[in-house]
């Protein structure tokens, strides 16, 4: 086989001039072939890049691979604003990489998060040469897990990603100054670790302090209050139908974006188009088979896929079959759905999502700790507790993307339901086993003697040894309209699959904080770009024949 030959920084000179720069890697031999693109902002050669595709092995498979600093990263001129550029670049770059020496003139895309939706957004350019895409791990509403889920602010996101995306502005900064990059980046340094020891609570959450110390742009949350345009510039959501193209995308469960991959493959079927879909038990970096506490079997591992071989494999076999040598467009819907149904460990295939024969049931709420099918009949007194904004439910396990001393995944949650400020319902023991797969919510009667507050629901099982972990989580940010009276509120969950075994326990936990996940509502009503003084609010959570609170899932009835 003849050698591969890379070639590194091929300067690529968008529409305004701003040259790009990309590490081009062409098989042996002498084409033409199909070119699989990546443009990600973290380095052409870091490891979260190597994560996504081996660049090595695509170019073996037989495809030109193009690997782009996106506009004010590392190599590439250009000023850093996060997505600002994305959809204009994305077009040029891929009309530029068709044109190299040994294309075949048919591009496709891959990668995942920020590069995942750099992929949507060239998408949406809708250059000719596009015939393909794979997102991995990312959003479509970035008011839904990116900046902000429910109303409260991605606060465990958003502060160290900025901080660390802070690094490269800052070396580029001082580049001619050598104390004050050596003084910028310990600062820097100093905050990004200083997060979980105190950090994150500093206010206004709004609009962090540690954004303005060090002059970077932060996530985009404050920017997209301010700027509604911009902040269409990463948004996927609603613009779906517009990309008339094959997707092939991969979630996991515990993943901070888990429910963005599920919104962006049903919104892609629904408007026709050949989708496929992968969702294993994984967390945003980590698709290996021990996730959190809980070891899912090794076919859980994407090196494996349950004896399917690793999944990066499944990905180049579907880019042969799409923008490959003898590459077709696929029929519409056409596509397969695997997904991980954790509890029993197992994939399973299927044609569709959400699934058609899952029915949504209601869990109640009930005293003393119950969660039962049966509503309830007479009154039952509320269930009281006091959030404290200063002292908030740490965050602990779930679909994580945050400071790394907060682990990711199914964790013990007996510290956090010891707490007086954490309701649990739990249901009896189960007599058989118990499917849920697809949407949670739970719909919650409740009450605050605050101005505004937020209501966190959360879904776990028990095991037969009495350890609780987390599965799902949801929150919602809400403002009273009279403090003190009860109204409906609804929390999203978002998506899972899971069989709680016979034996085990289904078990609800509400409470009003998951900090630093999200940030703390102080209870004041104040905006958060602002807000940096807290007060104690006393909470209600009723149910009662009129205020029937309760968990709802979708059932999969047992083949």
């Known amino acids: 086989m003849a050698e591969i030959q890379i070639e590194f920084d091929v300067p690529a000179q968008m529409r305004d001039g701003t040259v790009l720069r990309a590490d081009v890697y062409r098989p042996g031999g002498t084409g033409p072939w199909p070119v699989l693109m990546v443009r990600l902002p973290y380095g052409k050669q870091s490891p979260l890049m190597a994560a996504m595709l081996d660049p090595l092995a695509a170019a073996r498979r037989g495809f030109l691979v193009v690997i782009q600093d996106t506009r004010g990263r590392f190599a590439s001129e250009g000023p850093w604003e996060p997505w600002t550029y994305e959809e204009s670049d994305g077009y040029d770059t891929v009309r530029w990489a068709a044109a190299l020496p040994g294309s075949n003139g048919s591009v496709g895309m891959c990668g995942g998060s920020y590069f995942g939706n750099t992929q949507w957004m060239a998408a949406l350019s809708k250059p000719p040469e596009l015939k393909a895409i794979a997102p991995m791990v990312t959003w479509s509403d970035p008011d839904d897990g990116l900046w902000t889920r429910g109303g409260a602010i991605e606060l465990g996101i958003t502060a160290p990603w900025s901080l660390m995306m802070g690094a490269d502005m800052l070396m580029r900064r001082h580049s001619s100054d050598l104390n004050g990059l050596v003084s910028g980046i310990t600062g820097l340094v100093q905050d990004l670790d200083g997060l979980a020891g105190g950090g994150y609570g500093e206010l206004p959450s709004g609009r962090f302090p540690a954004f303005a110390r060090h002059e970077i742009p932060e996530l985009g949350y404050e920017r997209s209050r301010r700027e509604p345009e911009w902040a269409a510039s990463c948004r996927v959501a609603g613009r779906h139908e517009e990309v008339d193209l094959p997707t092939f995308q991969v979630g996991g469960w515990y993943d901070i974006f888990a429910q963005g991959t599920l919104d962006n493959f049903t919104a892609m079927r629904g408007a026709g188009r050949s989708a496929t879909l992968v969702m294993g038990p994984w967390a945003h970096t980590n698709q290996r088979n021990v996730v959190g506490d809980v ?247 009723f149910h009662d024949p009129a205020r029937p609170s309760r968990i709802v899932l979708p059932v999969v009835p047992p083949a």
């Not at 494996?304 to 819907?333: C, H, K, S, V, Y």
């Not at 999203?492 to 509502?521: C, E, K, M, Y």
């Open 295 to 541: 070891n899912f079997g090794f076919a859980a591992n994407s090196d494996f896929m349950g004896m399917r071989g690793r999944l990066i494999d499944m990905q180049l076999d579907w880019f042969q079959g799409t923008i490959g040598e003898n590459g077709e467009a696929p029929e519409p819907d056409t596509g397969k759905v695997l997904l991980f149904v954790m509890g029993v460990n197992q994939w399973r295939e299927e044609t569709e999502w959400p699934l058609s024969r899952a029915v949504d049931t209601d869990f109640h709420l009930r005293t003393d700790g119950r969660l039962t099918l049966e509503p309830p009949s007479t009154a039952e007194p509320a269930e009281e507790f006091t959030y404290d904004p200063m002292d908030p439910v740490p965050t602990t396990g779930g679909a994580l993307l945050i400071a790394e001393e907060f682990r990711p995944g199914p964790l013990d949650q007996s510290a956090v339901e010891a707490r007086d400020d954490v309701l649990v319902f739990t249901t009896e023991p189960l007599a058989e086993d118990l499917e849920v797969t697809g949407r949670v919510r739970a719909v919650l009667f409740a009450a605050t003697d605050g101005v505004s507050t937020d209501w966190v629901a959360r879904l776990c099982d028990v095991d037969e040894n009495g350890v609780s972990r987390n599965v799902a989580d949801g929150i919602v940010r809400v403002r009273a309209a009279t403090p003190g009276e009860a109204a409906e509120h609804v929390v999203d969950l978002w998506s899972t699959s899971i069989v709680f075994r016979a034996g085990h326990r289904i078990r609800v936990q509400i409470t009003s904080s998951n900090f630093p996940r999200w940030d703390r509502n102080l209870n004041t009503g104040e905006p958060e770009e602002t807000a940096a003084t807290g007060r104690v609010a006393h909470q209600q959570v």
